[in-house]
């Protein structure tokens, strides 16, 4: 009996497996039959245009949501953004937008080489598609176009700072008139340059030269020319008290502009006959050796004051330890922000950052640097106080004033 049975199984067993795994009796396995994606209905009053406030390169977008977007057959997924040349296409895909979003910005490179270039003054076409979760559902938008994009000569997000230029302008316009009546502005005194004529009543007195050095800068550097002012001046003195004074370059330009400085001190001072041109020399463009032939000139010369102003990099603290070694009263300004502490360690006197201009201003006493001198000082003044303002009105919940400064691009 028990052989029967075991036969009967192996006789069923080849049709019964295939059952347990959901397939027929010819093999072929049972799907469950797909849910069809409904079309969804397209978006609505797609409207394009330029965006405002730029130099143009971009068109704005908005549309209505589908009715399928959050309601409706609530099968919507997202928009995709398309852009033409012309109305029947072809159409490039630009961008998706999430489902929800109604608004899209389409902006292109500005340059011709850009990859994304869009070009001004051009006509586009665009349509937004609605998609769902199979690819070969969607919905199109009716085309709309042409919509072209325009350059502003102005961004109205920027009026406060148009309103605050024309403030700082008439400000310093106003300083700068009233410099050149003879009128005697006050300007801070600052101790690093007060102490350049005891400087260079100390060198007379010993019978030393004072060394100047202009730093690395390029006679175009902001730095370097306020360090053609104070040398005027520092070239003045050392006229009018017969000192010695050394003016090693590492630019050429730099050199000539700086001997025509020095000689004009000299004529200014009555002393053309003193001027000469070996006072102001070029050494290298090279910096380190340049570092070295002026290292080697303290050494050898032992100068009562070493005056650094101007544009300074790694060789800053080589110079000042030099001059300190040589024991020079020691006098040094720079705009190099990195460069300042070696000056501040190692120097007597340290004009920071914005007082090498100042110094500039101050000594030279010409008309439009102290004019401008003075009405940054008073827009610095400015500034500090619209910003505790701002802070009480921010606290205070004031909000119309602080969107007054509310820059958005």
């Known amino acids: 009996m028990k052989l029967k049975i075991l036969i009967i199984c192996s006789l069923l067993l080849p049709w019964l497996v ?91 490179g500005s340059a011709e080489g850009d990859n994304d270039y869009m070009a001004n003054n051009i006509d586009f076409y665009y349509k937004v598609q609605a998609i769902t979760a199979d690819s070969l559902v969607f919905a199109d938008s009716p085309v709309f176009g042409p919509v072209q994009a325009t350059g502003q000569w102005f961004n109205k997000a920027r009026t406060t700072v148009l309103v605050f230029v024309i403030c700082f302008m008439a400000v310093m316009l106003f300083f700068i008139n009233k410099a050149r009546s003879g009128a005697d502005l006050f300007v801070r005194k600052l101790a690093g340059i007060e102490a350049v ?55 050429p330009i730099v050199m000539s502009v700086a001997q025509e400085t020095v000689r004009a001190s000299y004529m ?17 463009s090279l910096q380190f050796p340049y570092v070295a032939a002026v290292n080697g000139t303290m050494l050898r010369e032992l100068p009562a004051t070493n005056i650094y102003m101007g544009k300074f990099y790694a060789e800053s603290l080589l110079l000042a330890e030099t001059g300190a070694l040589a024991g020079s009263i020691q006098i040094a300004g720079t705009d190099e922000i990195a460069q300042i502490p ?10 920071i950052g914005e007082e090498l201009y100042a110094a500039s201003a101050y000594l030279g006493r010409e008309p439009v640097l102290l004019g401008s001198l003075k009405a940054q000082d008073y827009a610095k003044a400015a500034v500090i106080v619209l910003s505790i303002i701002g802070i009480v009105a921010a606290n205070v919940g004031w909000t119309r004033f602080v969107e007054l400064f509310h820059i958005t691009r």
């Open 18 to 108: 295939p059952l347990a795994n959901g397939q027929d009796s010819t093999g072929t396995t049972a799907r469950p039959a797909q849910i069809a994606v409904q079309p969804p209905a397209p978006v609505g009053d797609l409207t394009a245009r330029d965006s405002e406030d730029d130099n143009g390169h971009s068109i704005s977008l908005s549309w209505s949501l589908s009715p399928d977007d959050a309601g409706g057959l609530k099968n919507v997924l997202g928009y995709k953004i398309f852009r033409a040349a012309s109305k029947e296409g072809p159409f490039a895909e630009r961008n998706v937008a999430a489902s929800g979003i109604n608004q899209y910005n389409d902006a292109g």
């Open 197 to 251: 004529d005891e400087a260079i009543g100390r060198a007379t007195e010993m019978g030393k030269p004072i060394l100047y050095v202009l730093g690395l800068g390029t006679a175009a550097d902001i730095a370097t020319i306020a360090s053609f002012t104070i040398l005027g001046r520092v070239a003045k003195k050392v006229a009018e008290y017969q000192t010695r004074l050394i003016v090693p370059c590492n630019d």
């Open 268 to 284: 200014d001072a009555g002393r053309p006959d003193a001027y000469k041109e070996d006072m102001v020399y070029f050494v290298t």
């Open 342 to 351: 070696f000056f501040v360690v190692a120097c007597d006197y340290t004009l």
